[in-house]
């Protein structure tokens, strides 16, 4: 038996209210995630070691497919399994390590302290600073600034925060990583709501917020080489969505079979793009397994799901038509899903780096074209 059979018949069991899919609310993805943990299902490309299967590059994109077809949410803990953890097993302590079971099981929900107001695509241009907490790094560390568009940061219990531990330093040095729980004193967020009414991202505001030195993650001024394995992380981790990306074309593809022949071929094409997306996605884990640098790779395949998730969205939305935006019954899939999707997916090509970003790296990096 398979990886992804065993994921399909264990899938068979799970109770039909934990199915529903991308429209899940913060409760019904932690409800998910939380049953898929009791399984020992909810992070199969982890190492055994750490409470995953090991699932190589195959096995994975399998597994992606199984958990489409069932109508599994994304876990609520999403940035946690798929950014955090691998970041804590890469470059960890073991006492930071001991977060991973919390992150698996949605005990803990960790969020990204990352974007900033003035450093959104330019990351490295963070102004958050955190000084020593008395004479050196060693006593710990006080932390100031700001950040923006953190993702589950109403929901989330701890942080993996970009700070400036050495403004003296270029750019791109003197930054450092820190673990930050959300509850600290000095710790403020505030909800950000979206056109879609989701209040999925936060402000978060840090005022003399103290923690201690063993909360740096990776050295001390090097954070910046943590923080480009962890967008690597984030970036793959987009390819466990191309096989719900699939799924849903194939869905919108089998509802509209009596389209004209124009609009017909809209959705196919939507399909083909997301079968295509796939495919670049295996071939690209394929070649970071063999140890290829797939950097630039990564950064096409970000800008490619985010323009065909919002391509897809405005397709499904013209077939149906104006009944969808007004509450009446269309083929397919609830209308105010597809109303709720439509405007959700205005942030798909800013989340994760932002296409004109990616563009450059896609440029710089694949084409091999030189900086302008």
């Known amino acids: 038996m398979t990886p992804a059979d065993e994921l399909r018949a264990v899938l068979a069991s799970m109770p039909d209210d ?26 199969p490309g982890w190492p055994v070691e750490h409470g995953g299967r090991g699932l190589g590059v195959a096995d994975r994109i399998a597994c992606d497919a199984e958990y489409a077809a069932a109508d599994v949410p994304l876990p609520a803990g999403i940035l946690g399994l798929a950014n955090v953890g691998p970041a804590l097993m890469e470059f960890g302590t073991p006492e930071q390590q001991a977060h991973l079971p919390r992150i698996l099981d949605g005990s803990e929900i960790w969020c990204q302290g990352f974007s900033e107001p003035g450093a959104g695509s330019d990351l490295a241009g963070l102004r958050t600073r955190a000084r020593p907490a008395g004479e050196s790094f060693d006593d710990g560390f006080v932390i100031d600034g ?42 403020e967020r505030r909800p950000i709501r979206m056109i879609s009414g989701d209040s999925e991202f936060a402000e978060v505001f840090l005022t ?40 849903r074309a194939r869905q919108v593809a089998l509802a509209t079979a009596d389209l004209d022949p124009l609009d017909r071929d809209e959705v196919v094409r939507r399909y083909v793009e997301a079968r295509v997306l796939g495919q670049l996605g295996q071939a690209t884990l394929a070649r970071g397994e063999a140890g290829h640098d797939t ?18 969205a405005e397709t499904a939305l ?17 209308p105010s899903d597809l109303a709720w999707r439509w405007l959700n997916t205005r942030a798909s090509t800013i989340a994760a780096g932002t296409t004109e970003v990616l563009k450059d790296l896609v440029a710089e990096r694949v084409l091999g074209l030189p900086r302008s």
Do not use: Y
């Not at 934990?18 to 992070?43: H, I, K, N, T, Y």
């Not at 568009?149 to 040095?173: E, F, I, N, Q």
């Not at 909360?215 to 987009?238: C, K, S």
């Open 18 to 43: 934990l199915r529903r899919g991308p429209a899940a609310d913060f409760d019904e993805m932690l409800a998910a995630q939380r049953w898929l943990a009791s399984v020992g299902w909810v992070a």
């Open 318 to 334: 013209d077939v149906v038509g104006l009944p969808a935006t007004v509450g009446s019954a269309g083929p397919g899939a609830a």
């Open 208 to 247: 003399g917020v103290r923690v201690p030195a063993s909360a740096l993650l990776g050295p001390l001024h090097g954070g910046w080489g943590v923080t480009v394995r962890t967008l690597v992380h984030e970036r793959t981790g987009v390819l466990s969505r191309a096989a719900e990306l699939e799924n």
């Open 295 to 312: 950097a630039g790779l990564q950064a096409l395949i970000k800008l490619s799901w985010g323009l065909t998730d919002r391509a897809l």
């Open 146 to 187: 700001q950040k923006v568009w953190t993702s589950h940061g109403m929901h989330a219990t701890h942080c993996m925060l970009l700070v400036r531990t050495d403004p003296d330093a270029p750019k791109h040095k003197g930054i450092s990583v820190l673990l930050v729980p959300m509850d600290a004193p000095g710790v």
